[in-house]
């Protein structure tokens, strides 16, 4: 009896997005080769009491009482209590959900092939470059300091400009807080990153239900530039993963909580002692999932190095210095391959050897 030879996956379609494909009647159980991603999911673990992504409370971050103070101070690696009103957290979902909903023929205009237009819509990560695509759709919107909005859906348009005013004040306490953790003035650190004119990025990313969700990836491996990534997941569902110590967490925050990213210039400009975390973005089979990025950094002409003061109690810089829109230029332009620009900055010395 002849062997009935296992079926063929689709042939690579046009770019179009994600969602349009997920969508798409010609969808079959398998998907498209060029979207074939392998994870090792051998290595993941569900968050548990032990050894789960920590929490912590950014109220006591500005509390008067000292010894509150310090306890969040010393736990700062960990997730927070926000103080952003739960109607503002549902409204930026909502109008970016109805931004992706936006039928296919007004996308278009909204798909520069510049990746630092200050509006960018776009699948994947950067399809000029990468052979295999990650199953996602994004829009990117630089809103600091110059604000910049899609002129649609107005249910987004109106909520953007307060939602990350709102993130900005959340990510000046957290500075303040690393600040004083490394007995540094709060001051000179807000001086010399120019928080006044930060740069800050928003970043809508849906993933859309996958037939083979073990065969792809919503975002691979990767470090965020920056100092402090804000991350919002829509219904607290399941798909974000954060490496500690080698081993890949899946993260399950608590309803209406915000996951805070180390970046890569924190790691630099504290010399080492904050460590820019490492994550990727996996799918599922049965629903839909949004989350809300918003990327936060100095000012964008700031040559980031590790702070003086750090560099003379360590006996010498870590890393190089780099302006930091360079820096964020750099990443953006290559392929997205889940390797950091920030090895490259990492110097060693003769007694790391």
Known sequence: MASTAPPAPPPPPTITCVKHL???ANLTSIIP??????TNSAQTKASDPGDSIPIIDLSLLTSDNPDHKSTAIRDLD????????????NGILEGTRDFFDLPEEEKPEFQPKDVVSPIRYGTSFNTEKEKIFCWRDFLKVFVHPHFNFPDRPESL???LL????????MVRELVGGVSEAMELDQDYVEEVLKLDSSFQKFGGNFYPPCPQPDQTIGLPPHNDPGLFTILLIHNGLA????ERHGQWFEVNPPQNSMIVNVGDQLEIFSNGRCKSSRHRAVVNKLRERLSIAVGN?????????PAAPLVEKDGGALYRSMKYQ????????RSFNGKSILEEQMMFHEDQI
């Open 297 to 305: 950094g100095p000012g964008k002409d700031v040559v980031v190095g």
């Open 162 to 169: 307060e939602y990350t005013g709102r993130i900005r004040k």
């Open 239 to 242: 798909g974000l993963q954060i």
């Open 33 to 38: 080769s060029n979207y074939a991603y392998y």
């Open 157 to 159: 348009r109106e909520i």
């Open 78 to 89: 960990n997730a927070l209590n926000h103080g952003i009103p739960e109607e503002l957290m």
């Open 326 to 333: 360079e820096y964020v230029e750099s990443q953006l332009s």
């Open 22 to 24: 997920a969508e798409s």
